[in-house]
T-cell receptor, first 113, second 115 residues
């Protein structure tokens, strides 16, 4: 069935380090892809999205490119801050257009000063 | 501003109690969702609703039911709470349309502990 796989955490980085969180998805059709972020004690917020192959989503210095050939949507940031410490979820839409999303297991990022 | 609210941030219930979790959205969205979030498992869909009085089972509906009597409100019901239902519960909503890229908007979550 449809699935999303993220790299396991936690990921611990120093401030200003480069961040990559890997995400791959099952290749059924051409789903929309999303990254959500969950800050401590809060619900999920949409960080960025991409709707078709080669699209690049970006927001708050984060970027991810929809790679159809590798079925990947890796999240990157050039220089992380302590305030980026959160749990990051990769998700894909279902082709049936029910609006349902399939989430990865989440990756915890901790940024140290 | 988009808003999804949940009735409680923290809830403690006893085994066997009937539990109601309420979710309200103010965006006139047709679609609403209930997830549970557990460490290492991500978010798993319990139920969703695509219109008033319409519902569909998600991936893990056992032990839960839902109610959608009004468009803005979607309730999750634990008929007889058990300790394995201790979890974070997240509600979300989404508008309908042809664009499957429409994002879901999430509430702050309810952390439920069943003792």
């Amino acid at each position: 069935g449809d699935s999303v796989t993220q790299m396991e955490g936690p990921v611990t980085l120093s401030e200003e380090a480069f961040l990559t969180i890997n995400c791959t998805y099952t290749a059924t059709g051409y789903p929309s892809l999303f990254w959500y972020v969950q800050y401590p004690g809060e619900g999920l917020q949409l960080l960025l999205k991409a709707t078709k192959a080669d699209d690049k989503g970006s927001n708050k210095g984060f970027e991810a490119t929809y790679r159809k050939e590798t079925t990947s949507f890796h999240l990157e940031k050039g220089s992380v801050q302590v305030s980026d410490s959160a749990v990051y979820f990769c998700a894909r839409g279902q082709i049936s257009n029910t609006g349902k999303l399939i989430f990865g297991q989440g990756t915890t990022l901790q940024v140290k000063p | 501003d988009v808003k999804v609210t949940q009735s409680s941030r923290y809830l403690v219930k006893r085994t066997g109690e009937k539990v109601f979790l309420e979710c309200v959205q103010d965006m006139d969205h047709e679609n609403m969702f209930w997830y549970r979030q557990d460490p290492g498992l991500g978010l798993r869909l319990i139920y969703f609703s695509y219109d008033v009085k319409m519902k569909e089972k998600g991936d893990i509906p056992e032990g839960y039911s839902v109610s959608r009597e009004k468009k803005e409100r979607f309730s999750l019901i634990l008929e007889s709470a058990s300790t394995n239902q201790t979890s974070m519960y997240l509600c979300a909503s989404r508008g309908s349309g042809t664009g499957i890229s429409y994002e879901q908007y999430f509430g702050p979550g309810t952390r439920l502990t069943v003792t």
